[in-house]
């Protein structure tokens, strides 16, 4: 991916944008009675234009605070992967199909490689290394190493992350619910039959 | 994909003056699992993205008020999520939008996909969203599924030059449930019934929408109108070749009144998804079931009238019969009948 000419802003203001994109002041003026109310000046500190440039992003990745600078373009998946070294989430399809990318945002599973990093500003990422600590695994990882849910593993840390998600949703999930939990996730080894053990090892313990 | 400066408005009045009066240099962002793709894929080559994920109040929340008689009327924002949707308990009265949600691809997709992104994006015909394919839609000069491969396109194909689907499962319940879209622009805002909210797109200046590109949908509102004393019957049937992360390959939502007594069905509409460029009312179908009690009989003359119209390609006319049975079945399911076909 080609880095485009440094400008030295990592945001520009709302001001700086209406001046710099040639917009029309008459549109804004054009707003007709019934439109919502024309642009807050007590807004005008909020930026509200980012980029082309890379930008300074914060937001949390499993409870640590982080920084990375990007460009508007790179997706989460990719920030996480190439600038933070975060590397559990795994780009497979890149097209949100695969589901090996899956990561928590705010406690919802969601697809890493189809949020742009931009858009996580501020949120709480978990990925699957956020399911150990130290040598103590998680429940879902925990109950795939005894079931064998595995084979490659690399499609491993986005069926954890989405169990994971559905279970802090709901801890009294079914196994119905935890199967339709994984449902937007692919395991091209096809150890579905074990991971249908792992689940039902899951409903069993925190149901 | 390109790069491009990110805008994110906090309001959708600061969003409005971001947008041109063409298509384009400028693409709106909400859940980002069409947008994305496009981009990945060149498909859209914007120079801004406007993302909408910034925007709170009404925009992102789902209110009722309780109507006399009536069903509740319900309003969605369109930047509400797939599975706030399939969840709302505020849509309880309306299983044909809600089960029709809750079956959208997987579940990540409906923990980032919203309202406004399933009625808004762009279709799945192969061709165009191949780089490399310059169909109509992309100013090229023919549609090359009607020769092409073609066993996902549509089987309402008279007098359209694309025959792509229309994309959302949304819109079939949203319609026959008789939902109205509010819209604004720089002109102000406008309403209007969902079902002219789309249109069968043949050149690359138009969507599969009729949104202006410089509006923005903002919500969309069920309130039905039962004639006195009825009771809302309403579903949505849809066959898929995947259990779950598919596409349907036909759907139908029904929407009418019951009658208390006679149990006669009125206010009848009937929808099909994903068998035309546009969602498709059946005036012929709905005709067949007025008046008249739910019974296999009927549901089934209902579904045979909503495939009179149907003319395939050369590789899809396995979805005539699997669209007659998906009428009947969502007829069957809106009426109460326990499904004895699974």
Redesign the interface.
Known sequence: MSQ?KQTGRDGIT?RG?LTGSG?AAA??G???????????PS?AA?P?????AP?RLAFTVNGRPVQVQV???V?LLDALRNYLDVTGCKRVC????C?AC?VQVDG????A????A??ARGKDIRTAENLAQGDTLDAVPAAFVRCDAQQCGFCTPGFVM?LR??LDKNPRATVAELE??V???ICRCGTYEQMRQAIAQLVRKEG | MNNFTYYQPQSVAQALPLLENRWGRVELLAGGTDLLDRLKEYVSTPERIVSLTAIEGPFREISAIPQAGQPPKVTIGAGVRLVDIAESKLLAPYPALTTAAAQIAGPQIRNMGTLGGSLCQRNRCWYFRDTHIQCLLKGGRKCYAHEGENQFHAIFTQGHPCVIVHPSTLAPPLIALGATAQIVSPRGNRELPLEKMFQAPSKPDQREHTLAPDEILLSVTVAPNLPPGTRLANASYEVKQKVTSDWPLVQAAVAFAIEPGSQRARNVRIVLGHVAPTPLLSPEAAQELEGKVVTEATAATAAAAAIQGARPLSQNGYKVPMLKAAVKRAILLAAGFKPDWE
């Open positions: 485009p709302r944008f917009l549109t804004v054009t707003l007709s009675s019934t439109a919502p109310a024309a642009l807050d807004s909020t509200i234009a980012f980029g082309p930008v460009e508007p373009r997706t890149d097209r949100g199909t589901g899956t919802r599973a969601v697809y490689c189809t949020l742009l931009i858009e989405a998600a559905a339709q939990a449902a937007g996730n």
